[in-house]
């Protein structure tokens, strides 16, 4: 099962996704962006290519609103996926997204909102944010991330420089 996992996209319109992710999304089983898409031409886009899951994030409009939750919990081959966008105040977005899933304990915590591009474990749980695809303000890459699930859970950043 391949998952591949972006946010933080900010595109006004489809059709501007990076030729990297969108190579990557041909071969997806699932699709999950953890929010921030500007606009829902976005989701359906990535629809093109599988089943997506997702959530909206801070700068998301009513049009994603009304489709698409704050949080949301998933199951993928008895692994238990949480995505959240991470906004919020105060704390950092990591411990906000932990936060968000103490009462649910997922196996994987997918966010987004920083931008920075994160894969670690804390305690039981995998902690996964993609970066952005399309707005790498500070670092010197732009980034996505892609989960595999066999009975195992792989999880690796893509990181690219040119977002075209």
Do not use: C
């Not at 595109?11 to 041909?26: D, N, V, Y």
């Not at 994030?57 to 081959?77: C, M, S, T, W, Y």
């Not at 009975?151 to 893509?158: F, K, N, T």
């Amino acid at each position: 099962m391949k998952i591949v996992v972006t946010a933080d996209t900010h595109l006004k319109e489809a059709g501007k996704l990076p030729s990297r992710l969108i190579t990557e999304l041909q071969s997806a089983d699932v699709i999950v962006h953890a929010g921030d898409w500007k606009s829902y031409d976005v989701y359906e886009e990535l629809s093109r290519y599988g089943d997506v899951i997702g959530v909206y994030g801070n700068i998301d409009g009513d049009d994603i609103r009304e489709h698409l939750p704050a949080k949301q919990v998933f199951e993928i081959k008895g692994f238990r996926i949480g995505v959240i966008h991470g906004h919020g105040d105060k704390k950092t977005t990591e411990k906000r997204a932990l936060e968000a899933f103490a009462d649910d304990q997922p196996d994987v915590i997918i966010f987004g909102h920083s931008h920075i591009p994160l894969i670690r474990y804390f305690k039981k749980q995998l902690l996964l944010n993609p970066g952005s695809p399309t707005d790498k303000r500070t670092l010197p890459y732009y980034s996505f991330a892609i989960l595999e699930i066999t009975g195992e859970i792989h999880a690796e950043l893509i990181f690219f420089d040119d977002k075209n």
